[in-house]
């Protein structure tokens, strides 16, 4: 695996790590909670009169599976993002490098994560383990 995916951060290194065999899925998980991920997100306007902007959201892109459960999207850098998005109108222009543990406490529970769709090295979360990694954030704060 590691001729097609080549890592580029401590984090790649890891996940890669984790997908071998070599450090064990809780290792991994604590380190991506030490880690910062790149968000992919879209600026929707609202309203406006004129240029004055009234109200900005900025939307987290999100998939839904077969089942209809939601996945936040998240990558292992920005460079990662940039042919997944394409498919995405709006999503192109950018997103946010932040902290896990922001998004943890941001985003909420009852959705999955899915880190790095589209490469052979990634991993998706199910709602029930984001919701774990939340509680455990949540008391360690």
């Known amino acids: 695996m590691r001729n097609e995916f080549e890592p580029r951060n401590n984090l790649e290194e890891s996940l ?28 929707a306007q609202e309203k406006s009169i004129g ?6 959201k900025a939307k987290p892109l999100s998939i839904q599976d077969d089942n209809g ?4 999207v998240l990558f292992t850098s920005p460079e990662r993002a940039v042919e997944f ?7 192109e222009g950018g997103g946010l490098l932040t902290e896990f543990t ?3 406490e941001k985003a909420g529970i009852g959705f ?24 455990a954030d949540s008391r360690s704060a």
């Open 69 to 72: 459960v939601e996945f936040l």
């Open 112 to 135: 999955g994560i899915s880190l790095n769709p589209g490469w052979p090295v990634g991993i998706d979360l199910e709602p029930e383990a984001v919701q774990q990694l939340t509680e």
């Open 85 to 91: 998005v394409k498919n995405f109108p709006g999503y």
């Open 51 to 56: 240029n004055i902007q009234l109200d900005n």
């Open 16 to 43: 890669l790590e984790a997908q071998e065999g070599r450090i064990s899925g809780e290792n991994f998980m604590r380190i991506l909670t030490e880690s910062q991920v790149y968000m992919p997100v879209h600026e």
């Open 102 to 104: 922001w998004i943890l």
